[in-house]
């Protein structure tokens, strides 16, 4: 089999080489091939200019993505198997990170996207907690390229239509509805890896429970943010709106298939990875509902989304370092040993189910008035969804934090050190003013979303 495959690549890689030569061959006959010396004859290419624009959508992603990537950095500082390399691998992906915000051509938007795979990588293969980082590592690797290749089959087919690959110029294009349904198909499964959508969800789980907690905090803080905005920045001009009850399906499933997973998982960072996968496919009913509240709704879910899946992996992190252990049967009552802590832990809770007053019922509010304005039979549908986020939600902390202290794994006391306990306060009082004063939040992106959406 992998002889046979082996032929076959070498062979078509015979004739496309063959084809090239013969049409340089052919195309000797030109007389200014031989007088003009200097000169380069059969100049041909993409015109890929590296600019760097930014409006307030990149600012806040930007600024959102430094928030953590600072956190990640005071949060290993300290801890011991972390070094030089570990630190320069989070530089090198803020860096990384700008130029994926702030690139305006859609060439150079794919090469940064897809260049932020190597640090991530490197950090679950190398600096991942248990035997099965390896196999961790290379799904995300395995996934990540195959949504890669459905995006650059979409994006040359898109530089082949228009002759370029600015994204100022995109906007005004129109395409055809055949060419148009293509480009958005391929984008859109190509994206769902990094969203993720189910079934393509499945690396995430894995390399949630292999990374170290700096790099569960990228994965669900930035790495699932990079696909809620490129599919801002890139579906916009080739949406196609009878793909929508499509889409909605696919995200339907993405929203319930996580939650009836994460309720039967015993490693508490599966459940929470499982919950961040749910979230996600929540926040895309927002962006394609066609309404103005419900976009600016996905913004605010995916904001909170991003502090407080943060703040659950630093918990479970913190709770990692001290007992060397995730299974949830080895915990209880772990309130008389850490009250700060629990209480912590409670907090980000409740964020997680999105209760009023917490960083996520902004954004779930906004989006469910869009769902109801669009179909009220499928916020009944949500609804349900949202009930069962509240069960695990609450059963992971009831488990965890309350009943009798288990004196037979845990032998010793040990809360929040004082550094811990900064980094925490932090994400609560960015979470709860986030929750509280949503108006703030509003005044600050009602206008650049209003204009994105108005594009679209």
Request: net charge positive; aromatic share 22%.
């Amino acid at each position: 089999m992998v002889i046979g495959l082996n032929r076959i690549i070498n062979l078509s890689l015979v004739g496309i080489f063959s084809i090239f030569f013969l049409h340089l061959l052919f195309s000797l006959n030109d007389f200014n091939f031989f007088v003009n010396f200097n000169l380069f004859q059969f100049t041909e290419g993409l015109r890929i200019i590296y600019i760097l624009g930014f409006d307030l959508i990149s600012v806040i992603f930007i600024f959102l993505s430094g928030f953590l990537l600072l956190i990640c950095i005071l949060f290993s500082w300290f801890i011991s198997y972390k070094g030089s390399w570990f630190m320069s691998l989070l530089c090198i992906s803020f860096f990384i990170l700008i130029n994926v915000f702030g690139v305006t051509d859609l060439i150079l938007f794919f090469f940064f996207f897809e260049l932020l795979i190597v640090p991530m990588y490197l950090i679950i293969g190398i600096w991942g907690g248990r035997s099965r980082k390896i196999y961790a590592a290379y799904l995300f690797l395995l996934y990540t390229l195959l949504g890669s290749v459905l995006l650059l089959f979409a994006f040359v087919f898109i530089v082949m239509l228009t002759g370029s690959s600015n994204f100022e110029y995109l906007i005004g294009v129109l395409f055809c509805n055949l060419n148009q349904t293509v480009i958005f198909l391929f984008i859109f499964f190509g994206l769902s890896v990094k969203i993720p959508i189910v079934p393509f969800h499945l690396w995430l789980p894995e390399a949630h429970v292999e990374a170290p907690t700096a790099g569960s905090i990228i994965l669900a803080g930035i790495v699932l943010k990079l696909g809620f905005y490129a599919f801002i920045r890139i579906l916009f001009f080739c949406v196609n709106g009878w793909l929508i009850s499509f889409v909605f399906v696919i995200f339907l499933i993405g929203f319930y298939f996580p939650s009836f997973s994460a309720i039967s998982q015993v490693d508490i960072k599966k459940i929470i990875a499982y919950s961040s996968v749910s979230h996600m496919n929540f926040g895309m009913f927002g962006l394609f509902s066609k309404q103005l509240v419900g976009f600016v709704g996905s913004f605010f879910l995916m904001l909170g989304h991003a502090i407080v899946a943060s703040a659950l992996f630093l918990t479970i992190g913190t709770l990692y370092e001290r007992y060397k252990t995730r299974i949830i049967f080895y915990y209880s009552g772990l309130f008389f040993l850490m009250p700060l802590w629990s209480v912590s832990f409670f907090i980000f809770i409740l964020g997680n189910f999105g209760l009023p007053g917490t960083v996520n019922f902004v954004g779930e509010l906004l989006i469910l008035f869009s769902i109801f304005n669009f179909k009220v039979f499928l916020l009944f549908l949500m609804f349900i969804g949202l009930i069962l986020t509240l069960g695990y939600s609450l059963f992971l902390y009831v488990r965890m934090v309350n009943g009798i202290l288990i004196d037979k794994f845990i032998r010793y006391y040990c809360d929040l050190t004082r550094r811990e306990f900064i980094l925490f306060v932090i994400l609560i009082v960015g979470s709860l003013l986030y929750g509280i004063l949503p108006q703030l939040w509003l005044d600050i992106l009602f206008y650049p979303v209003y204009l994105i959406w108005f594009i679209i």
